[in-house]
């Protein structure tokens, strides 16, 4: 173990290079998490229950010029879910062509205080307490800093040890 004083004892280290697989499988993660959310589906039904109300109010008839649209709400987000996760691969690999940072060699330590992760061209230091939730699936761990902002690692990188330390201090944390 190491000690740097703003960071605090260094519990863990480990080094990795991201590849597509790894950010296909993070956004996959995500957009079934977003997916999933009621938040996501409550603002499908509320537009859906405007247009009735609308349809109600100006055209007197009891909403069923609605259900077409509403049909197609619907239709449509589910489209394209579907059709985001399946061009994640895509995404993934342009996102990577695109950062300069993807493609260097990542230094990850596991700190007393926070997760702190290093390359040639940054270092970025996140306290255990600015984190919002966590997930985990087959090929990524992913730590949320807000709704859309994520650090993620891939599962070949890190240790049982390691995992244990993660979620040990990620411990108040909710699991998404």
């Known amino acids: ?3 740097e004083p ?3 004892n260094v519990l863990a280290t480990t080094t990795f290079h991201v590849t597509p697989a790894d950010i296909t499988a993070t956004y ?3 957009v079934f998490w977003s997916a999933t959310k009621p938040s996501t589906w409550l603002l499908v039904a509320a537009v859906i229950a405007l247009l009735t109300l609308a349809d109600i109010i100006w055209f007197g008839t009891s909403g069923y010029l609605t259900l077409v649209p509403g049909a197609a709400i619907f239709v449509w987000v589910l489209i394209y879910y ?3 996760y399946l061009a994640m691969p895509l995404l993934a690999r342009r996102s990577i062509a695109k950062q300069k940072n993807l493609k260097q ?3 990850v330590d596991f700190t007393e205080n926070g997760l702190r992760a290093v390359t040639p061209t940054q270092d970025i230091f996140v306290s255990w307490s600015d ?3 966590w997930s985990q699936n087959s ?3 992913i730590i949320y800093q807000s709704d859309r902002l994520m650090r993620y690692m891939p599962l070949r990188a890190l240790t049982p040890e390691m995992l244990a330390i993660i979620t040990s ?3 108040s944390v909710p699991r998404r």
């Open 1 to 3: 173990m190491t000690l």
């Open 6 to 8: 703003q960071f605090g």
């Open 28 to 30: 996959r993660s995500y």
């Open 82 to 84: 579907v059709g985001l």
């Open 105 to 107: 060699e990542w230094r």
């Open 131 to 133: 984190f919002v939730g």
């Open 139 to 141: 090929q990524t761990f």
């Open 169 to 171: 201090k990620l411990h």
